[in-house]
């Protein structure tokens, strides 16, 4: 699903903040993106979501060269992968609930076909009864379940979450992990930047990629 | 159905903040040039409408003149070419100026009251023409000929040319203006949606990640641009017809004045047709359109330098 091949970024003349990388991510997989602050998770998220360039080697996604993608294919790329940003992203803008329609807003689908499960989905995250509220009113706790509400409403193959759990209480925690299990279990790739060492130790089966110094290790999980 | 007690608003909140793109500033920039575009337009329909009744007032006559020579008995001769025209075909009317109505029309440049009768003024015989067909003219001019040989025809064709080229050059300078002011409302626009677009970057950047297309984006700007430039365009036009409309108002008011004749001569009625106020209409749907487009294809370029 996921392939990067001795993939390089640096930005300017600087040092490679990326370096020769090599991995792969399979459809249906569970991994987590692990290591020090600063290390380069997100700059990793950010790559497979193609919304940076590497400066050197492959990038292949869903079996296409993400070089050679042109604008509309990326668009339908990024249709099939879901992503939960560290500092959410939520538009101030829209209401909870029309943040969460969002992805289904912008495929031209009908307010009055998704509205159920859009509500659904929000109370599952237990925000059902702040739907009306915008996201400068809401928790970083509550900011954290919609941004998650947001990114799995379209279902989507491939998930990158950037810290999913950062800002909420142990208990609501593990019922969103759940919930990325769940979406696993369905067909759902998922991928997680985390430096939680206890979230990693509880899914004990998932695949671990540690980044440090630019260089990304491997580590298979334990079967299950 | 929603779950109860849940009310889900209807509304389908714009994606691009209303309040963080450009608004009055551009309302006001595109109604002041639409106005200035239909002032250019208006103007340049007035004057061509001016010309072409002057041209055609003018070209409907034509004067017969014959100037005092010695030995030559001017009123025998002005006689012989009364008649001559009045039979002539393609003649409406032949009215010979006396020699009091002559000096009449000298008044303006030498003053009243002065003796003429040493002076050579010319008499003049206007011809009203039902015909002016090139084949009339010749046939009266070769009647004229023969019958007064000592009388010179005037079709006055010379000033007919020289009123059209320059309404044409009014005409022509107006579109340039016209085009000038259309280019700088379209780089007005340009600026906006530019400005407007740097200004929601990561509004932009988050409906791409979550699928958004650029078309889609674009038209989300486009429509809100459009909204603008349609209030522009209104309060502008509209500005404009109202102008238009006044001053045909104050035109007909002072026709009626001492000297409004020779004005309304001169400068035309200054009323638009039925058409040139359409004319304007369509300069106003025009530049709400133009807005749009301008836009989008703005924004259509500033998403291609986007990942």
Same mark, same amino acid.
């Given at each position: 699903m996921l392939l990067f091949e001795n993939v390089g970024l640096r930005y300017g003349m600087g040092p490679e903040i990326v370096r020769g990388v090599n991995f792969s991510i399979d459809p249906q997989s569970f991994t987590f993106i692990t290591?020090?602050?600063?290390?380069?998770?997100?700059? $990793?998220?950010?790559?497979? *979501?193609?919304? #940076? =360039?590497?400066?050197? &080697?492959?990038?292949?996604?869903?079996?296409?060269?993400?070089?050679? $993608?042109?604008?509309?294919? *990326?668009?339908? #790329? =990024?249709?099939?992968? &879901?992503v939960v940003f560290q500092d959410f992203r939520l538009l101030d803008h829209l209401t909870t609930y029309e943040n969460v329609a969002l992805p289904l807003r912008v495929v031209g689908r009908e307010e009055k076909d998704y509205r159920a499960e859009v509500i659904e989905l929000l109370r599952w995250v237990g925000l059902g009864d702040r739907m009306h509220a915008l996201p400068p009113v809401l928790s970083g706790g509550e900011k954290q379940r919609a941004a998650i509400a947001r990114a799995l409403i379209v279902r989507p193959e491939l998930l990158l979450a950037?810290?999913?759990?950062?800002?909420?209480?142990?208990?609501?925690a593990r019922r969103l992990l759940r919930l990325f299990v769940e979406?696993?279990?369905?067909?759902?790739?998922?991928?997680?930047?985390?430096?939680?060492v206890q979230l990693l130790d509880q899914f004990g089966f998932a695949r671990r990629l540690v980044v440090g110094d630019g260089l990304v290790s491997m580590f298979d999980g334990a079967s299950p | 159905m929603p779950p109860n007690?849940?009310?889900?608003?209807?509304?389908h909140a714009p994606l691009i903040p209303r309040d963080s793109l450009a608004g009055n500033a551009l309302v006001a920039v595109i109604a002041i040039l639409t106005f200035l575009a239909c002032l250019t337009a208006g103007g340049a329909m007035l004057t061509s409408d001016a010309a072409h009744a002057w041209r055609s007032e003018v070209l409907s006559e034509v004067t017969i003149q014959i100037k005092p020579k010695s030995g030559v008995d001017v009123q025998a001769v002005v006689d012989k070419a009364v008649a001559a025209a009045?039979?002539?075909?393609?003649?409406?009317?032949?009215?010979?100026?006396?020699?009091l109505e002559s000096e009449k029309l000298l008044a303006p440049w030498l003053g009243a009251g002065l003796d003429l009768s040493l002076l050579p003024v010319p008499r003049l015989i206007v011809v009203a023409l039902s015909d002016q067909s090139p084949d009339a003219l010749a046939r009266l001019r070769q009647v004229l000929q023969q019958a007064a040989p000592e009388a010179s025809l005037d079709d006055h064709r010379t000033w007919a040319r020289r009123i059209g080229a320059m309404a044409n050059a009014i005409v022509g300078l107006a579109l340039v203006v016209f085009i000038l002011t259309i280019v700088a409302m379209a780089t007005a626009i340009g600026f906006a949606t530019r400005g407007a677009m740097a200004g929601v970057r990561?509004?932009?950047?988050?409906?791409?990640?979550?699928?958004?297309?650029?078309?889609?984006?674009?038209?989300?700007?486009?429509?809100?641009?459009?909204?603008?430039?349609?209030?522009?365009?209104?309060?502008?036009?509209?500005?404009?017809?109202?102008?238009?409309?006044?001053?045909s108002f104050l035109s007909g008011a002072w026709s009626r004045s001492p000297g409004g004749n020779e004005i309304a001569a001169m400068f035309g009625s200054f009323s638009l047709s039925a058409g040139g106020y359409l004319a304007l209409l369509l300069v106003g749907a025009g530049v709400t359109l133009l807005t749009g487009y301008v836009s989008r294809t703005i924004v259509f370029r500033y998403l291609s330098e986007l990942l």
């Open positions: 290591g020090p602050s600063g290390a380069g998770k997100t700059t $990793l998220l950010r790559l497979m *979501l193609l919304s #940076l =360039r590497p400066t050197r &080697g492959k990038i292949h996604i869903f079996d296409r060269d993400a070089s050679q $993608l042109d604008k509309r294919e *990326l668009t339908g #790329l =990024r249709r099939r992968i &879901g950037d810290e999913p759990t950062g800002n909420v209480d142990p208990g609501l979406l696993h279990r369905l067909g759902t790739a998922v991928v997680i930047a985390t430096h939680d | 007690n849940v009310v889900v608003p209807a509304r009045s039979h002539a075909p393609g003649v409406e009317k032949v009215h010979a100026y006396s020699t990561e509004i932009i950047d988050v409906l791409h990640f979550v699928g958004a297309s650029d078309a889609f984006i674009a038209s989300e700007f486009q429509r809100h641009f459009r909204r603008l430039g349609l209030k522009g365009a209104l309060f502008g036009g509209l500005s404009a017809i109202a102008f238009f409309a006044a001053i």
